[in-house]
């Protein structure tokens, strides 16, 4: 079993070049609805390019997990503009909610312990929020069985690609932190709460929230020496075990140093211990507030069988990640 | 937060077992050995332990019994059904099957049925009960009984009639010297004892009235099964009918009750209130409401107003607020504010503990150098009642006096434990459970 996953390309699991569906969608910003509901979120096109992965020596705030700095190829993808939010992610919750479920039924999160939103907002564009990992691909599971598109996580690469947008500073806009504020949310603004998403500019490809807000959940098994580890092409690094995974973008409660492209957070079980019962919940981290997630749609599609092993290897078989 | 199948974290303990057992207790006595309190001085003692109800808590707060630094191995187990007692195993097992000696509960330790706590409790030297609250009383009588240092959730009763019981069992065990903790865990979370150390050292003066909430969503619903007698449909979906639970404002809310009863370090004399069904009308929602607003009022005058609610999608928040002559705590911010809106104090969240955690380290810490230093039950006993009649409040309407409710008799147990017997409510035949009605329910008349 093991060794079959791991003959695996990853390629196969992520985009599937050499048995992928012709695209049919042209390569451009488009709004998909959520079907049986009047939400709809925006997919943004990321072109295919080359990005330095990690911060240089000298970067300000810099952690020993950001380098040696890595020159990488990134294949084409959509990514959603704005970090999903709890509205949307509660269609997949609620049953009630959801008016198109599909016909054989589908794992749904079970009802949170606490309100995991601590009264930060639910109505009217924020971000979901507190899922765990497993939580957020089961969101992108769902959302495949219901459109007929793969959607997933973004690789570790690919997120920080997006979101330096073609930039080498320490932050998408240059090196000025004092700028910040005009693009995230953290510390220095967020009155230590989220906001709804998109309130604030986006980078140069058109992605709102990157830095700040919620930090957003990655594909990616977290591993200290990940840039010595990480493939010329399309790096992951395929989980192994249910935790811990890297997470990127900083959130609403982080001073700026954490909110520069190539910083990294690895998560952490701690960030579940209030969930007093056992087993815990595979759904939630009842500490974790500041985690959500965005979507990715990689523009060569995978099969359906491929689609299926990579919901089957990635997902299913670490039930309850985070 | 239920589910099927084994939970399997890698590195998930806590802490590494420290000792090993010098007695590991390998099936070498056949009688079960009553220990005596106080009974451990060394460190190569076992510390055995029951666990009574082997719902999602209860498996947590066993995991967290056997995470402790002391030597603690689960012995027992006891619950009404066997699969929740299975269940229950392996999850502990998939949590601590790595450190030796910790679980060891033979086949037949594993006691399923109403009776099965007794045979459980007279296996170790602490017991875990974590049933539905409707027995709690029952099963702290019998573990006070038979000398056992007890770890018991919240609340303590459903009923002032189990109340009396608890308090009385409570005395007993003041005179026995043994431990006993409730899961009141706030008063082991280190932000609300570093709170209530300020508000000692009189930060916001006397205080002049509270706000409490436990504001959130739905909850879980079992459905009902054609094989289920009406009493096991009732213990399976346990939360929805008041003998067993309580309802919410007695299940859930008493956390945030209990800080108030804490900072003001007395009980509420009286009760008034309304409440009702909204929006959560269905039948498998059986007798208890969707929402309790009570005003509670001390003896000095100050009022604790409460607000508990299950309103899905509504707004959430479950938090303290303690206003007093010179300013305001927020407890679930952790900070201290003046009048003006000046923070006097912030409490740093990077120094958080685990209070679920912590009351059981202090527990076993305490037992295991045969110290007598924990006394919860009576206060449990004191701030239950203080829920409970805000539930006999919006109920019926009427204003509710603590000491009036405290000596009612007032008893929602069913006559018999037993899965062919009647629960003390039953639905008509439609399905449909009869539910309070202010100014048609009466108490005490």
Redesign the interface.
């Known amino acids: 079993m093991k060794n079959r996953i791991l003959a695996l390309s990853l390629g196969s699991l992520l985009a599937g070049p050499a048995f992928a569906q012709e695209p049919s969608q042209p390569f451009a910003a488009y709004e998909e609805k959520l079907p049986g509901t009047d939400f709809t979120f925006k997919m943004v096109p990321i072109p295919a390019g080359e990005v330095t992965l990690g911060s240089p020596a000298g970067e300000k705030g810099r952690n020993t997990d950001e380098g040696p700095q890595k020159k990488v190829k990134i294949n084409a993808f959509w990514m959603s503009a704005y970090e999903v939010t709890f509205e949307q992610y509660d269609v997949y919750s609620d049953p009630e909610k959801d008016k198109t479920p599909i016909p054989d039924g589908m794992t749904r999160p079970s009802p949170p312990y606490i309100d995991l939103t601590l009264g930060m907002g639910k109505v009217g564009g924020y971000p979901a929020n507190s899922m765990s990992q497993y939580g957020a691909l089961m969101y992108c599971k769902w959302l495949y069985a219901k459109t007929g598109v793969f959607y997933r996580l973004p690789t570790e690469a690919e997120w920080e690609y997006a979101c330096r947008a073609g930039a080498t500073t320490a932050y998408p806009f240059g090196n000025n932190a004092a700028q910040l504020k005009e693009y995230a949310w953290y510390a220095g603004n967020s009155d230590n709460k989220y906001h709804k998403v998109g309130e604030l500019k986006p980078n140069a490809w058109g992605l709102y929230d990157m830095l700040g807000n919620v930090a957003e959940w990655t594909l990616d098994q977290y591993d200290e020496q990940y840039l010595s580890h990480a493939a010329e092409n399309d790096p992951w690094i395929k989980p192994t075990s249910k935790t811990p995974r890297t997470i990127k973008g900083g959130n609403y409660r982080d001073e700026a140093v954490a909110l520069r492209s190539a910083s990294r957070l690895k998560s952490d079980p701690n960030w579940n211990r209030r969930d007093p019962q056992i087993p815990k919940s595979y759904w939630w981290n009842a500490d974790a507030p500041f985690v959500g997630f965005r979507l990715v749609r990689p523009q060569q599609q995978p099969s359906k069988e491929e689609a299926e092993r990579f919901f089957e290897e990635v997902v299913d078989q670490y039930k309850g990640a985070r | 937060?239920?589910?099927e199948e084994?939970?399997?974290?890698?590195g998930?303990s806590r802490r590494d077992f420290v000792k090993e057992s010098s007695l590991l207790a390998g099936g070498l006595l056949t009688m079960p050995m009553l220990s005596q309190a106080n009974f451990f001085s060394g460190a190569g003692d076992v510390i055995k332990i029951a666990l009574i109800g082997c719902g999602?808590?209860g498996?947590?707060?066993?995991?967290q019994a056997l995470s402790t630094k002391e030597n603690v191995q689960l012995v027992a187990m006891a619950d009404a059904f066997a699969d929740r007692l299975n269940n229950?195993y392996n999850?502990?097992k998939?949590?601590v099957g790595d450190k030796p000696g910790k679980l060891n509960v033979k086949e037949e330790h594993k006691f399923v049925g109403f009776d099965a706590y007794q045979k459980a409790i007279a296996l170790a030297d602490v017991v875990i009960l974590a049933t539905p609250p409707g027995f709690r009383p029952v099963h702290f009588e019998e573990a006070i009984k038979q000398g056992k240092h007890v770890f018991m959730e919240k609340p303590v009763a459903t009923d002032p009639a189990g109340i009396k019981k608890v308090l009385e069992a409570a005395e007993v065990a003041k005179s026995k010297k043994l431990n006993v903790v409730v899961g009141l865990?706030r008063r082991y979370q280190t932000s609300y004892r570093e709170l209530y150390k300020r508000f000692q050292d009189g930060i916001i003066g006397d205080i002049v009235s509270m706000q409490v909430w436990w504001?959130?969503?739905?909850?879980?619903v079992k459905p009902r099964k054609p094989e289920y007698t009406e009493m096991e449909y009732q213990m399976r979906n346990w939360y929805y009918f008041n003998w067993l639970c309580g309802d919410h404002i007695v299940e859930q809310h008493i956390h945030n009750i209990d800080v108030g009863n804490w900072f003001m370090n007395d009980y509420p004399v009286t009760a008034v209130g309304m409440g009702g069904r909204a929006v959560r009308t269905g039948k498998e929602f059986g007798e208890i409401y969707d929402h309790h607003y009570v005003e509670y009022r001390y003896g000095n005058g100050v009022v604790m107003n409460s607000q508990c609610r299950h309103w899905?999608?509504a707004?959430?928040?479950?938090d303290e607020e303690i206003v007093g002559v010179k300013g305001r705590m927020i407890m679930d911010k952790g900070v201290i504010k003046d009048h003006k809106g000046k923070v006097l104090y912030q409490f740093d969240r990077k120094n958080e503990n685990?209070p679920?955690?912590a009351e059981h380290d202090e527990l076993f810490a305490a037992i295991a150098k045969g110290e007598y230093k924990f006394h919860d039950a009576e206060r449990a006993a004191k701030t239950t009642l203080t829920a409970i009649i805000g539930r006999l409040a919006t109920y019926s309407g009427q204003t509710i006096a603590f000491d009036k409710a405290l000596n009612s008799g007032l008893n929602l147990q069913p006559a018999k434990y037993a899965f062919d017997a009647a629960p003390p409510i039953v639905p008509d035949a439609q399905g449909n459970y009869a539910y309070a009605k202010p100014g048609i329910t009466r108490y005490f008349s």
Do not use: P
């Open positions: 937060m239920q589910q084994l939970n399997q974290f890698h998930k999602g808590r498996t947590g707060a066993a995991v229950s999850d502990i998939g949590e865990q504001n959130q969503g739905a909850l879980w899905k999608d707004d959430s928040r479950v685990q679920y955690q």
